[in-house]
């Protein structure tokens, strides 16, 4: 009996090997595995010329040919300012969203803009939408059921016209008076962590009730800086406080980040060499490791002065991948002179793998991140 046994389990064993090699054998039953050319697709988030996207338009075949992570739409056209770049109506921007997911394989794509109420509103009256959302400084003193509601209407109105990833809100605190991007432009939701995150809660609330994303701008903190990193080099060294980082830190505990952006300021005792866009310390160091954020990092615009000006496109794409971002911002909108293609992007980060510049299980681990991510579209 007992050999029997021994033997009708070994048949069943030769045959269920058999069965597996069959399969693994039939390409049809097998998850195809993107190309290398997709996992890097997958890290970028560009910027692009176009009210519309139809199959045969250079964005659309990027879109589908590299498996392309994002896009990010703007108003302001940098080459003609009497045309419009990618918004001029509601219904125009509808299609445009609706033919941009057409051109994914998934209708996950990453449709992004800068929505954050104020000065900085990419959805203007002008075009027919809402365009009067307060700044952030102007929310405070509203009682809470007011400003969820002010911010459900725009997350609203964003859901509407097919975007589903506002790069807001800006956690920076409000600590240097001087400062011209954050303070003076109202963007920051008050002086302390407690307060910045408060708001930060409702306005993420009221995005994710719509199925909008976010992004945590601008880690570790520009609410310090003097300077701006739109323009050039910005060293927040001596006026950099440890209470910039509370916000991400208390938010994360929470499970209030969708995805965190880093900016471009240089702070010596953080990274001596780098920025921190660019820094493995900073990015892969004190948000990962310090901080335990285990989500999705994009990084600002790569197209602005602070990275252009001191470094190649080569050696930016290298250090921002091995600094531990997962989504590589080129808005092709700072300068008509710095524009740059998907086809360039993807070949010079494939010459960096090849190289052994860039490790491959590093795009594998930003892909693993960016997948979890489009899961939550």
């Known amino acids: 009996m007992i050999g029997r046994i021994i033997l009708l389990t070994s048949i069943l064993f030769i045959y269920g090997c058999a069965i597996d090699r069959v399969v693994a054998d039939d390409e049809s039953l097998i998850e195809p595995q993107k190309s290398i050319d997709e996992k890097i697709g997958a890290m970028l988030m560009v910027g692009?010329?176009?009210?519309?996207?139809?199959?045969?338009?250079?964005?659309?075949?990027?879109?589908?040919?590299?498996?392309?992570?994002?896009?990010?739409?703007?108003?302001?056209?940098?080459?003609?300012?009497?045309?419009?770049?990618?918004?001029?109506?509601?219904?125009?921007?509808?299609?445009?969203?609706?033919?941009?997911?057409?051109?994914?394989?998934?209708?996950?794509?990453?449709?992004?803009?800068?929505?954050?109420?104020?000065?900085?509103?990419?959805?203007?009256?002008?075009?027919?939408?809402?365009?009067?959302?307060?700044?952030?400084?102007?929310?405070?003193?509203?009682?809470?059921?007011?400003?969820?509601?002010?911010?459900?209407?725009?997350?609203?109105?964003?859901?509407?016209?097919?975007?589903?990833?506002?790069?807001?809100?800006?956690?920076?605190?409000?600590?240097?008076?001087?400062?011209?991007?954050?303070?003076?432009?109202?963007?920051?939701?008050?002086?302390?962590?407690?307060?910045?995150?408060?708001?930060s809660k409702i306005f993420i609330d009221a995005m994710r009730a719509n199925g909008v994303l976010t992004a945590l701008k601008h880690f570790p903190g520009h609410g310090s800086s003097l300077g701006d990193t739109h323009k050039g080099f910005v060293d927040v060294t001596k006026l950099w406080r440890r209470e910039e980082l509370e916000p991400y830190r208390i938010l994360n505990q929470q499970g209030?980040?969708?995805?965190?952006?880093?900016?471009?300021?240089?702070?010596?005792?953080?990274?001596?060499?780098?920025?921190?866009?660019?820094?493995?310390?900073?990015?892969?160091?004190?948000?990962?490791?310090?901080?335990?954020?285990?989500?999705?990092?994009?990084?600002?615009?790569?197209?602005?002065?602070?990275?252009?000006?001191?470094?190649?496109?080569?050696?930016?794409?290298?250090?921002a991948i091995n600094a531990g971002n997962d989504l590589l911002l080129f808005g092709n909108q700072l300068s008509a002179d710095n524009m740059v293609s998907v086809e360039r992007l993807v070949e010079t980060i494939k010459e960096l793998v090849y190289s052994g510049e860039v490790d491959i299980e590093t795009i594998n681990m930003a892909n693993q991140r960016l997948e979890k991510l489009k899961n939550r579209i």
């Open 48 to 199: 692009f010329f176009g009210t519309t996207a139809p199959p045969d338009s250079q964005i659309c075949r990027d879109i589908y040919r590299y498996n392309l992570g994002g896009v990010i739409l703007f108003d302001a056209n940098p080459v003609n300012k009497k045309e419009p770049k990618n918004i001029y109506n509601i219904e125009q921007v509808k299609r445009l969203t609706s033919e941009l997911q057409n051109c994914s394989r998934d209708g996950k794509l990453l449709i992004a803009i800068d929505q954050e109420g104020g000065k900085v509103q990419r959805l203007k009256r002008k075009y027919g939408f809402y365009g009067k959302f307060p700044k952030a400084k102007d929310i405070r003193g509203r009682s809470n059921r007011e400003i969820y509601s002010i911010y459900y209407q725009m997350g609203e109105e964003l859901k509407s016209v097919g975007i589903n990833y506002n790069l807001a809100p800006v956690v920076d605190l409000a600590i240097n008076r001087k400062n011209r991007v954050i303070y003076k432009l109202g963007r920051s939701f008050g002086r302390t962590p407690e307060e910045v995150v408060k708001y």
């Open 256 to 319: 209030y980040i969708d995805t965190v952006m880093v900016a471009h300021v240089f702070h010596s005792k953080l990274d001596s060499k780098y920025p921190a866009t660019l820094s493995r310390k900073i990015v892969n160091g004190l948000l990962r490791k310090e901080l335990g954020y285990n989500g999705v990092v994009i990084t600002d615009d790569l197209q602005m002065g602070a990275i252009t000006k001191r470094y190649s496109l080569k050696k930016t794409l290298k250090l």
